[in-house]
């Protein structure tokens, strides 16, 4: 990885594990059930999201620092989603990023309601702030509510459990990847804009870039089941073929998979020049996304 | 019961209905997902908390019509937790109201799928309405996710499930019922009373008769699981002695039990004279609440 994407992503890691650790270490809740939140929520995360909405908002003229409530509540809905989709009636996972998942280590019910928690408590995270006016805040709970609710990310684990054990299209793949990683992937890059106060012609190209993200992002996730090292992945490779998923690879063969991908690097480089972010950090990100090996 | 309270019940319970039913029909979701969202949505909840809400809201001079999206929000969180807390790894309960619970009816991964859908789209309803200002928005998601989160309705669950096969105090019962089931309640009337614009003082007295409401319901909920009418209640009586759970009537006796009952019955009646509510259909609750047959 570029050195200086690296120093961004550990930076940003660190800003969001604190923030996040103190907000809730500072709950009244039950101690068992707070470590089982913070077991998850310490877990290593990329902080990828919150990194793409603050280089958005930065890059775009805003205050960077304006996003840590946004950013905060994201990543809590996105360690909630992991927490319930390694469940064993979902993908019942043992292992993510080379540790127990949040079940194996405590118990399924601590781990669906550490889960339900995190969900619920980024909205409060959200409009309890003093960043932002009530009318960003509502922006901000309509659009992150949408984003993972039942026309987004759970509609999206839906539809990807359902495709389990079933050849599926293309556009079928892409929609429940759209659905299940894309939307938050978007959300953040949205988010980073509106903070910034961009117009709504430049908002609609930003959103498609987070869209074509979080579909790079999902090729490479499926290539590195194919072609990765389990050590640096945290997790089993070859799962979805023994899970017999249809991914990028399976439907396109693995080159088609990485030409496929390429298509949509170009794609992701063109909307960030479109919005005059070709030169900033973003741009490596693309990059990134698309050759990471973990 | 009461036949002018039952008519407010089945007029309430209707409303709610098609509010509910119409809202979820309306997502672009996968159908089998909305399906069972709908199956617990339109299982026959009682819809106390919304009549709570719109009775408190209408008896302090607001406009009963606007508490509309607020009620169909907590009704969607009420039934997300329903649906979670009859999951095998937490109650493990195959009926609730006379029907197959959720995951019994679909199965465990949808089950928690649709309870995480509810959940997080009942922020959007509140956020998206054109009755409330962005203020009202903001302090009604800030206190909705505090009543149900880490802090509320999750550490209730989570500090119940804790409890099972242990003797308890009365002081630790009480706690996990005001967080489990008295948050959402006192909730309901907390939003009525700002939604008709009361003042701060009325509304920590308001409050007060929300917790009483609370602890009453779950005194009546541990008597009937004695004697009760399993036909009547839709669910099996006697679950919590052969779960050994702590309930009011096993630290208290039945009669000690019912007893304190009395007092709390007397302690809500009377906040409801201080707030000027004593003669509204808030008092026909309380008391409908304390002897309650299903």
Redesign the interface.
């Known amino acids: 990885m570029d050195q200086s994407l690296q120093n961004l992503l550990d930076k940003e890691q660190q800003q969001l594990n604190t923030a996040l650790t103190s907000y ?1 270490s500072e ?4 101690n ?3 470590e089982s ?1 913070l077991y998850s929520i310490q877990a290593g995360g990329k902080r990828l999201r919150p990194l793409l909405m603050k280089l958005t908002c930065q890059g775009l003229g805003g205050d960077p620092q304006k996003v840590y409530p946004a950013a905060v509540a994201l990543e809590m809905i996105h360690t ?1 989603s992991l927490i ?1 989709d390694d ?1 064993p ?2 993908d019942d996972d043992m292992y993510r990023r080379g540790q127990l998942t949040n079940h194996k280590k405590y ?4 781990a ?2 550490a ?10 995270v ?3 702030t003093d960043l932002y006016t ?2 960003e ?2 922006n901000i ?2 659009k992150l ?2 984003a ?4 987004g990310m ?2 999206g ?3 990807d ?2 495709a389990e054990n079933q050849t599926i299209s293309i556009s079928k793949l892409e929609r429940i990847h759209h659905l299940k990683t894309g939307r938050l992937i978007s959300f953040a890059v949205e988010i980073g804009g509106l903070l910034a106060g961009v117009s709504s012609e430049r908002m609609e190209i930003l959103k498609n870039y987070g869209d074509y993200l979080g579909i790079i992002f999902q090729i490479q996730d499926d290539i590195l089941d194919i072609e990765g090292d389990q050590t640096l992945i945290g997790k089993r490779v070859g799962s979805d073929i023994d899970n017999e998923k249809s991914t990028y690879p399976s439907i396109l063969g693995l080159e088609g998979a990485k030409q496929y991908k390429t298509k949509y690097v170009n794609e992701a480089v063109r909307c960030l020049k479109e919005v005059g972010l070709a030169n900033t950090d973003l741009a490596l990100i693309s990059h990134y996304l698309s050759e990471r090996n973990q």
Not at 27 to 30: A, R, T, Y
Not at 107 to 110: C, F, L, M, S
Not at 148 to 151: A, D, Q, V
Request: hydrophobic letters at 40%; a negative charge; charged letters at 20%.
């Open positions: 809730i709950l009244d809740m039950p068992r059930l707070r939140v909630y319930h469940l009636s979902m118990d399924e019910a601590t669906i309601l889960g339900d928690g995190l969900l619920t408590n980024s909205f409060h959200i409009t309890t009530d009318q805040k509502v709970v309509a509510s949408k993972s609710g039942l026309e759970v509609a684990q839906y539809l459990m359902e």
